[in-house]
């Protein structure tokens, strides 16, 4: 698909793959964004706090399958297509996405109703721990050559659309409901509007081409094979993890934990959504660019940077916004942790799918992924327990701080596995 291939069907197959990777991220950034409303039908405690954490336990919780969707749904794509692989996921997240949408709060059914939620959860991270990298690795495998960087940026700009769109309804439903309407049921509305367009993705899906590079493979990876492939490349998958983890935990700090950090900062919810719709644009214009720019002057330069920025300026961008909470100040440090993250990402995506083994391509880069998200996808929790514990509402900062400098180890680290 590489040669030959017109450029406008090339930009339908980003569309098909980046399809799917928007209602995944669209279905976590509801929950992260009505995570108060979703504990308190669903996790009742004696605390507002507490029942927010329960909450927020609970969407991370769904990460921590993702290491095991990584390995079973990964070798599956890696032996049987990356068409057949995009399908199967995005099956599995539909199931998780109407559980969720659909189970009765906890007073009309008890414990059933919690447990209900986190078995959707489950299965969406299960599912999820394959859909990034099988999306990535398609990207990756279809791009023109010297545009690798450009089209995987594509994965991460379809979950910033998903960004926006889910800021915006919760923006919208806030000011077509009260606060007691959205609590008890406006909160499933966006979670509808998700189930509604799932048949549009499986047809776009289904129509969706193998990529050149995997149908020329004259031999598939068995699941022994692939768990070979993993172990021997151990080093690889491990120093991915690290590279990741930088982008996990700002991602799901700027967008995600947004909504519940200026609530902690006692600024209005509208504005605190608007803000949130707000870095995913700038997220959606800062990865296309920077992960062009990556095919320019390589990958690594961009990493060093980035995480060197993110150690500087974290903890004091946040003590600054805590001394005196305003919405100005919040939109002002988002956007600045904003335009470090998307262009941290736009060049570590492509360079995760660079140093993962060929042989068991969508395998390890997924489940280095998935290792790194099963801490990422925690941030709302950790941060929130951490301002809990020290009163301090530049915490997030300090978390910021510490992985950003794990990020940098690696990508030091990553250069004796690729040529960047």
């Known amino acids: 698909m590489t040669d030959g291939t017109p450029r406008s069907g090339r930009a339908m197959d980003v569309l098909r793959v980046a399809s799917g990777n928007f209602i995944e991220m669209y279905d976590f950034m509801v929950f992260g964004y009505f995570a108060a409303a979703i504990g308190s039908a669903y996790f009742p405690g004696s ?14 919780v769904g990460f921590l399958m993702r290491p095991l969707g990584a390995i079973v749904l990964g070798a599956y794509t890696d032996h049987h297509g990356r068409r057949a692989g995009l399908i199967v996921t995005l099956a599995l997240m539909s199931v998780g996405i ?23 959860r489950l299965l969406q991270g299960f599912s999820a721990g394959a859909e990034l990298g099988n999306v990535s690795v ?37 000011m077509t409901l009260s606060a007691d309407q959205l609590a008890a049921w406006g909160w499933r509305i966006p979670l509808g509007l998700g189930c509604l367009i799932i048949p549009l993705l499986f047809l776009m899906r ?13 031999t598939r990876p068995t699941m022994r094979e692939i768990m070979r492939h993993l172990w021997t490349a151990r080093g690889r998958v491990l120093t991915g993890m690290a590279l990741v983890l930088m982008t996990t935990v700002s991602f799901y700090m700027i967008t995600a934990y947004t909504p519940t950090f200026g609530k902690l900062l006692h600024l209005p919810t509208r504005a605190n959504l608007m803000i949130t719709a707000l870095v995913g644009v700038s997220n959606l214009i ?23 920025l993110a150690i500087l300026t974290a903890y004091p961008a946040m ?10 100040k919040l939109l002002v440090v988002e956007l600045w942790l904003s335009a470090i993250y998307a262009s941290y990402n736009s060049a570590m995506v492509v360079h995760l799918t660079e140093i993962v083994p060929e042989e ?5 880069f997924s489940l280095a992924y998935s290792l790194a998200t099963a801490i ?35 990508a030091l680290v990553s250069r004796r596995y690729a040529s960047v």
Request: aromatic share 8%; glycine share 12%; proline share 6%.
């Open 47 to 60: 605390s507002d706090i507490g029942t927010l954490l329960k909450a927020l336990a609970t969407f991370g």
């Open 98 to 120: 109407a559980t969720i949408a659909f189970t009765p709060g906890y007073a009309a059914i008890g414990l059933a109703a919690p447990l209900f939620v986190l078995l959707g």
């Open 138 to 174: 398609y990207l990756a495998e279809i791009a023109p050559p010297g545009q690798k960087g450009f089209y995987v940026s594509w994965q991460s700009a379809s979950q910033q659309v998903a960004v926006v769109v889910a800021a915006c309804i919760g923006v919208l439903l806030g």
């Open 206 to 218: 289904r129509h969706l081409r193998e990529t050149d590079l995997f149908a020329a493979r004259t």
């Open 286 to 308: 800062w990865l296309p660019l920077m992960g062009a720019l990556s095919d320019r002057i390589g990958r690594l330069p961009i990493l060093i940077a980035c995480t060197l």
């Open 319 to 328: 003590a600054w916004l805590a001394a005196a909470p305003s919405v100005t």
């Open 360 to 364: 068991a391509g969508a395998s390890g």
């Open 376 to 410: 990422g996808g925690f941030t709302p929790f950790v941060v929130t327990a951490l301002i809990s514990a020290t009163g301090n509402l530049a915490m997030p900062g300090v978390w910021l701080t510490a992985i950003a400098a794990i990020s940098l180890g690696a």
